[in-house]
Nanobody, 124 residues
Framework: QVQLVESGGGLVQAGGSLSLSCAAS????????MAWFRQAPGTEREFVAGITWSGSSTYYTDSVKGRFTISRDNDKNMLYLQMNSLKPEDTAIYFC?????????????????WGQGTQVTVSS
């Protein structure tokens, strides 16, 4: 069974940091691009960051550039999102997702496998 499981969410004060992890199982994801999305209450799911299969290229939505870092460890079948200088507007459920291409890792890329999400809450 192909599965993505996120962890690392929680409650943090504004200005703090959190590190999210996404464990992939059931198949190897080392040959496909992956991404993080988030969804706040009452809003649509939005792209946060994407990374190509080798990690050579990364992409970020403007609101997190310079604060968030996406990375992956293909040997461990893991995806990460380091979040620094967190703001209340970063509060959302964060999802990891896997695509079907090696190189397409942007907001408009189709992602066909999703995790169940982990809650991140940033208090002011």
């Amino acid at each position: 069974q192909v599965q993505l499981v996120e962890s690392g969410g929680g409650l943090v004060q504004a200005g703090g940091s959190l590190s999210l992890s996404c464990a992939a199982s059931g198949r190897t994801f080392s040959t496909v691009a992956m991404a993080w999305f988030r969804q706040a209450p009452g809003t649509e799911r939005e792209f946060v960051a994407g990374i190509t299969w080798s990690g050579s290229s990364t992409y970020y939505t403007d609101s997190v550039k310079g604060r968030f870092t996406i990375s992956r460890d293909n040997d461990k079948n893991m995806l990460y999102l380091q979040m620094n200088s967190l703001k209340p507007e970063d509060t959302a459920i964060y999802f990891c997702a896997a695509g079907s291409s090696r190189w397409l890792a942007t907001a408009g890329t189709p992602y066909n496998i999703w995790g169940q999400g982990t809650q991140v809450t940033v208090s002011s």
